[in-house]
C-alpha cells in the first residue's frame, strides 16, 4: 500500500470564540500581538483581539502581576517583540483558554499540502503546530469529497480513518483509502478542475 503523506499547515491565527461583552457576538480575531504592562517588578501581558462584530479590543490574560524573574528569558522576549508564532502557541495552551473562557475555533485558518492519492493508499495526516482540525475536514479537502458522502464512505469501509472523523484533534492520524474510492476521488478532483474552465453560461 502506497505511503501517502498530508500536512496540515496553519496560514492565519485561529478566531477566538468568546463572548464579546459589548455585542454578545462570540468570534474575536487576535491581532497577533500582545500587550506588556510594567508596574516595577510585576508584569501584566495580554493578547488582544479585536471582536469582529463591533471591533472592541478584548485583552486575554496571559499574566497577571507575575515576576519578570520568574518569566522565561526567551518568552518575555517574544511578548515584546510580539512574535506571531508564540501568540498562536500561548492561545492553544490550555491555561490560556481556561483563564479567558474561550475555545479556538481553526476554521479557515489551515491548509492542506500534499497530492491527492492515485492508487490504494494509507495516507499518514500530520498536525499543524497548535492547529486543532476535525478528520472530516482534512478528508473533504483532501479527497474533493463532500463531508456525507466520506461519511458515508467510513461507515462501509471504503475509508478506515485512526481518528473520530468529527473530533478536532492536533495528534496525526491515519487514512487508508480503497481502490474503489481512489477512482471516485480522482473523478472528483478531475471534476472539480473542470469546473474551474467552464464556461459561465
Ligand atoms: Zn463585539
Request: hydrophobic share 40%; net charge positive; charged share 25%.
Amino acid at each position: 500500500m502506497l505511503p501517502v503523506i498530508w500536512h496540515v499547515r496553519e496560514t492565519a491565527l485561529p478566531i477566538v470564540r468568546r463572548r464579546c461583552p459589548h455585542c454578545r457576538a462570540d468570534a474575536h480575531t487576535p491581532t497577533g500581538t500582545f500587550r506588556v504592562n510594567a508596574n516595577g517588578k510585576l508584569l501584566d501581558v495580554w493578547i488582544l483581539a479585536t471582536c469582529r462584530s463591533c471591533g472592541r479590543t478584548a485583552k486575554l490574560v496571559v499574566h497577571e502581576r507575575v515576576r519578570v524573574t520568574t518569566l522565561d528569558r526567551r518568552r518575555l522576549d517574544g511578548y515584546h517583540r510580539n512574535d506571531v508564532d508564540l501568540v498562536a502557541a500561548v492561545l492553544a495552551e490550555p491555561g490560556t483558554a481556561r483563564r479567558n473562557n474561550y475555545r479556538l475555533d481553526w476554521d479557515g485558518a489551515w491548509e492542506l499540502v500534499g497530492e491527492p492519492p492515485t492508487s490504494t493508499c494509507r495516507v499518514t495526516v500530520s498536525p499543524g503546530r497548535h492547529a486543532e482540525v476535525s478528520p472530516l475536514d482534512v478528508l473533504a479537502a483532501g479527497l474533493g469529497l463532500s463531508r456525507s458522502r466520506i461519511t458515508r464512505l467510513v461507515k462501509v469501509g471504503g475509508i478506515v480513518c485512526s481518528a473520530d472523523l468529527r473530533r478536532p484533534t492536533a495528534s496525526p492520524f491515519t487514512v487508508e483509502v480503497a481502490a474503489e474510492v481512489v477512482a471516485e476521488v480522482v473523478d472528483a478532483l478531475a471534476a472539480e478542475q473542470d469546473d474551474q474552465f467552464s464556461p459561465t453560461t
